[in-house]
């Protein structure tokens, strides 16, 4: 079946500019993870939707960042007023639950170069 | 805070040499440990996991065991492929299973 998708794979941007970040989950996974990853660093976590439950913004880097989830399904992570150091893959992960039972599954990513 | 530790690559080997990547990690309570794979031009995918003390987590001949008394998840594998080529993650959930942290990677070059 259709894998984690994310658009676009790679995102030009200047610095000052917003961008949106889209992910289409796996169907009916209830799960939804997003992070980043920048240059020779781990995957740092930034949110988690979990069904219809509010959010966990806790890794969220700064309020510039934001993102929702539309009818538990479609993921977008905005980013205003884009600034050099947002450069990075940004990762979109789903799964079926949360859970440690509940394998993530990884979309392939978007690649932020902002200048 | 919790945080995943693993050793800095490249590591580069010959083909059916013996594989050990190490990770360790720091971690309030009781955490689940996972180690996944990331193959050239592919997503991350998850190779294999623990989630209590002394659990040996195992797959494709890979293998991890989570050893609390030095926490750490050391991944090994007793003879590799050139197909092995690809970049390896440590990585902690916490107990509410919302967050995870992962390591740097280690990148992985097997040469035929």
């Known amino acids: 079946g259709a894998g984690v998708s994310q658009s676009p794979s790679n995102k030009v941007t200047e610095k000052g500019k917003d961008v949106e970040l889209r992910c289409d989950p796996i169907s009916g996974h209830t799960a939804l993870y997003w992070y980043r990853q920048s240059l020779g660093q781990g995957l740092e976590f930034l949110i988690y939707f979990q069904g219809n439950s509010a959010p966990d913004k806790s890794g969220l880097p700064s309020d510039r960042f934001s993102a929702e989830r539309t009818g538990g399904s479609v993921s977008t992570l905005t980013i205003q007023r884009t600034q050099q150091e947002d450069s990075a893959v940004y990762l979109c992960a789903s799964s079926f639950a949360s859970g440690i039972q509940e394998t993530q599954y990884f979309g392939p990513g978007t690649r932020l170069l902002v200048l | 805070g919790d945080s995943v530790t693993q050793m800095e690559g490249p590591v580069t080997l010959s083909e059916e040499a013996f594989l050990t990547i190490n990770c360790t990690y720091t971690?309030?309570?009781?955490?689940?440990l996972f180690w996944y794979v990331q193959y050239p031009g592919e997503g991350l995918q998850l190779l294999l996991k623990?989630?209590?003390?002394?659990d040996k987590g195992s797959n494709k001949g890979f293998e991890a065991t989570y050893r609390k008394e030095t926490t750490s998840f050391h991944l090994e594998k007793g003879s590799v492929q050139v197909s092995d080529s690809a970049v390896y993650f440590c990585?902690?959930?916490?107990?509410?299973?919302?967050?995870?942290?992962f390591g740097s990677g280690t990148k992985l070059n097997v040469k035929p």
């Open positions: 623990a989630t209590k003390a002394d």
């Open positions: 971690a309030t309570g009781y955490p689940s």
């Open positions: 990585a902690l959930s916490d107990r509410n299973f919302n967050k995870f942290y």
